[in-house]
């Protein structure tokens, strides 16, 4: 599950520039293992699973090598709009990749 079997060189996850490479995401190693998204930071490996539907959204990422990882949860459709505030906050996941996600702050 947590061996990289897909190298990310798509400009976003979703949408438009899904179809668009590039290689912005080379330097942190962006691939998916089964299941899970997989990146390399200054904690080692961080590994991501999120998802989302009507009326809930969720993520969690783990950093096996400092023991520490999180996953939030709701029951709302604009939580993934505080996520990275909270993980910058909560664990200090600077790292995330946020703009592939297409996690928009809302603050931006």
Known sequence: ???PNITITSKKQFGELSLE????????NLSYGLG????????GHGYFKEGHG?????????????DMGILLMSNSDNAESIFKEV?????????TPW??????PYNE
């Open 87 to 95: 993980l910058e906050i909560g664990i200090g996941d600077t790292f």
């Open 1 to 3: 599950m947590f061996d």
């Open 99 to 104: 703009f592939w996600e297409g996690y928009t």
């Open 36 to 43: 899970w998204g997989i990146f390399t930071t200054p904690h």
């Open 54 to 66: 009507e009326g809930f959204q969720h993520y969690s990422v783990i950093f096996p090598e400092k």
């Open 21 to 28: 490479k590039t290689n912005e995401n080379d330097e942190i």
